[in-house]
């Protein structure tokens, strides 16, 4: 079964810092790899996805993810730190119902904080 | 602009109460989704749709029930409220296609059981 592991359940950067979330992957099969951003008392939103093409993928907000194979990794980054980047992200891979139905597995977020 | 709503932003019911919370998406998506989130585990599936009065169970469904008379509404039942059952539930929406397909998102609704 495919499963998603984020290191880190909190984060913390000045303004202005690089930010690195980490997510690592298993899976059996070529994945589909997803990160989402939960801003405060919202729902999900997409920021990035990878689906076998560019591995080097380049999201909204100035965020992007590399897919790194050999490492099964998917870590998103962001030059330089925002105070609106404050939120809980979310890395998730694709896995397939029986029957051929899409569903995504969600690894547990990380909590951003972003400090003056 | 793509748009999943939910019926309530905040919910407080009575445990053995029955409940129901409702999503609506104008997209005209196929597959729609129920996730409950809860601190330090993510999201995770508590049923699915894929067509109208169609459904499959995710990985958490003890405890609920789900409906779907028509394409747009998804509906999420918890026949009798437990207080195990307070988080935040997600509904969400996709177009039927390629594994690839990203899912849209509801705001959410927080609900407790007291």
């Known amino acids: 079964a495919q499963s998603v592991t984020q290191l880190g359940s909190h984060v913390s950067v000045s303004e202005g810092a690089l930010v690195l979330l980490r997510c690592n992957y298993s899976s059996s099969v070529p994945p589909y790899l997803f990160w989402y951003v939960q801003y405060p008392n919202q729902g999900l939103q997409l920021l990035l996805k990878y689906t076998s093409a560019a591995t080097l993928v380049k999201g909204i907000n100035g965020f992007e993810a590399e897919f790194k194979k050999s490492e099964t990794s998917f870590h998103l980054t962001k030059p330089s730190a925002h105070m609106r980047d404050a939120a809980e992200y979310f890395c998730?891979?694709?896995?397939?119902?029986?029957?051929?139905?899409?569903?995504?597995?969600f690894g547990a977020g990380t909590r951003l904080a972003v400090h003056p | 602009d793509v748009k999943v709503t939910q019926s309530s932003r905040y919910l407080v019911k009575r445990t053995g109460e029955k409940v129901f919370l409702e999503c609506v998406q104008d997209m005209d998506h196929e597959n729609m989704f129920w996730y409950r989130q809860d601190p330090g585990l993510g999201l995770r599936l508590i049923y699915f749709?894929?067509?109208?009065?169609?459904?499959e169970k995710g990985d958490i469904p003890e405890g609920y029930s789900v409906s779907r008379e028509k394409k747009e509404r998804f509906s999420l039942i918890l026949e009798s409220a437990s207080t195990n059952q307070t988080s935040m539930y997600l509904c969400?929406?996709?177009?039927?296609?390629?594994?690839?397909?990203?899912?849209?998102f509801g705001p959410g609704t927080r609900l407790t059981v007291t």
């Open positions: 998730a891979v694709s896995d397939r119902f029986s029957g051929g139905y899409n569903k995504l597995i």
């Open positions: 749709s894929y067509d109208v009065k169609m459904k």
């Open positions: 969400a929406s996709s177009p039927s296609g390629p594994i690839s397909t990203m899912q849209y």
